[in-house]
């Protein structure tokens, strides 16, 4: 296969297809996400069977347990996949909308209005609902999007777009609309990252190393997605029953996302009241504990080495530390936190807002589980990923962020003095 040559023709027909979808119905993509999402339901036993080929590849790479859940599809979560193509069917359509409107003393009339960006190309690993939610997304913005999935996820991937192409052929909508590189090479990634011309900005979804690739060797813009070090600070006014639900869940419920728990800071004054509880739920749990001193004096946790903080374990392992109250925690963070998703468990509302107002991560929860980091628990009905830069979209990547905009100047004759 000639990467180049094929590159350049999925970047031309994406092109085409974006000057399309600008100007597409509400109606029509409503239409065509409902008819994809119905496919995947009655092809799910293909789907599946496609899935099985990953997992037996992704075994055969040697995946982490974490890796190889990512991958991995059943009937619950392809009945999730769908009911994410649905929910963002049935959002309003941001193309077009009024952002803001005004009338200058010139007489002149503005109108700032959502626009779609263009073509959107989306780079991903392992998991392959990454594969319907992204396109998804970008055809309700009125974007084109060229979809680069991971090795692992090949077959499921191809098999999900298949239902998505079936979509936008029953609803009369540019084929070239959701494309899918048809090859494993990393030279397509390359590629896709050099196409100026076609692309009009790159979305990674992984791991540290896949997005550190991207953003350094991207001439194409890129909205960053780094990865979830996700903190939960336990501060002393936290409520104990409270926090040990809150805490389990945020680490144990999956392992595997961008918004697991990697790290438990504990204020030394719930320390002090409460002992060392929480980490023994954790131990309780199957999970591997690694702590400072304090933490490490309990039975069954391990010492943590300096780079256990600051590090996506995505694994049934977290890092914990003793600190002297939410300015301490508030400093651990900053320093080694990737402004993903961080949380507190506190009473204290003053204690909250300061955690609130001087951290800036894209997410920052009270009382709530870091597993909450989800665009389809924000009501988005799905996301392409958690943004942890600051220009354009942060947090999680909907329909909406996924649009730029456009002024709309109306005069009557109107000349400037």
Known sequence: MDISAVMNTIGKQARAAARELAVASSEAKAGALNAAADAIWEKREAILAANAKDLDYGSEKGLSPAMMDRLMLDET????????????????????????????????????????????????????????????????????????????????????????????????????????????????????LQAVEYIDVIIPRGGKGLVGLVQKEARVPVFAHLEGIC??????????????????????????????????????????????????DLIDAGVE?????????????????????????????????????????????????????????????????????????????RNASTQFADGGEFGMGAEIGIATGKLHARGPVGAVQLTSFKYLVTGDGTIRS
């Open 77 to 192: 979560r392809i009945q999730g996949i769908v009911d994410g193509v649905r929910a963002v069917a049935a959002q309003p359509d941001p193309v077009g909308e009024v952002i803001e409107a005004w009338t200058q003393p010139t007489g002149l009339h503005i109108q700032r209005v959502r626009t779609p960006i263009g073509v959107i190309g989306v780079i991903y690993e392992s998991r392959p609902n990454v594969t319907a939610d992204a396109g998804a997304l970008c055809l309700k913005s009125g974007n084109a999007v060229i979809l680069r999935g991971g090795s692992e996820s090949f077959h499921s991937a191809t098999a999900i777009h298949a239902c998505l192409m079936e979509g936008l052929k029953a609803h009369g909508l540019p084929e070239h609309a959701i494309q899918l590189v048809p090859t494993r090479d990393r030279a397509a990634v390359t590629a896709m």
């Open 231 to 280: 903190h939960v600070y336990v501060d002393g006014a936290a409520d104990l029953e409270k926090a040990r639900r809150v805490l389990l869940n945020a680490k144990t419920r999956r392992t595997g996302i961008c918004g697991s728990a990697e790290c438990l800071l504990v204020d030394r004054a719930f320390y002090d009241k409460h002992g060392d509880i929480l980490v023994r």
């Open 289 to 365: 504990v690694r702590g400072d001193a304090a933490i490490a004096k309990t039975r069954g946790t391990v010492a943590a080495k300096a780079d256990d903080y600051g590090h996506e374990f995505l694994d049934m392992i977290i890092a914990a530390k003793v600190v002297d109250g939410v300015d301490e925690a508030i400093a651990h963070i900053r320093n080694y936190g990737s402004n993903h998703t961080d949380a507190i468990l506190t009473e204290d509302d003053a204690v909250a807002n300061r955690f609130f107002h001087q951290l800036d991560s894209a997410i920052l929860m």
